[in-house]
Nanobody, 122 residues
């Protein structure tokens, strides 16, 4: 069982930056691929980024490539999402998720956090 708690959301102006964190419980954190997803009002949840258990491989969705960076610190059981050059269309609830196995992918996640709101004002 993995429990996830996100933090770091807030309101930022267009072009600004935010760094989200997701703290995980459990002693097998490094065995899990971790991901970030987001859901905007009236839209389906979409994949943002994922990172391998070792931190050695990442997969970032096209809409945020070059602006968002995913990372992890296995000594702290925490992953991060550094978001730069934010746009109003990045406004959403951001969720972290965990999956077993080694596939750094957009699907197959078993555990989810409660989400943190990110609002980008124009």
């Amino acid at each position: 069982q993995v429990q996830l708690v996100e933090s770091g959301g807030g309101v930022v102006q267009t072009g600004g930056s935010l760094k989200l964190s997701c703290a995980a419980s459990g002693r097998t954190f490094s065995d899990h691929v971790m991901g970030w997803f987001r859901q905007a009002p009236g839209k389906e949840r979409e994949f943002v980024a994922a990172i391998a258990g070792s931190g050695g491989g990442t997969y970032v969705a096209t809409p945020v490539q070059g602006r968002f960076t995913i990372s992890r610190d296995n000594t702290k059981n925490t992953i991060y999402l550094q978001m730069n050059s934010l746009k109003p269309e990045d406004t959403a609830v951001y969720y972290c998720a965990a999956r077993s196995g080694a596939d750094v992918s957009w699907n197959g996640y078993d555990y989810w956090g409660q989400g943190t709101q990110v609002t980008v004002s124009s």
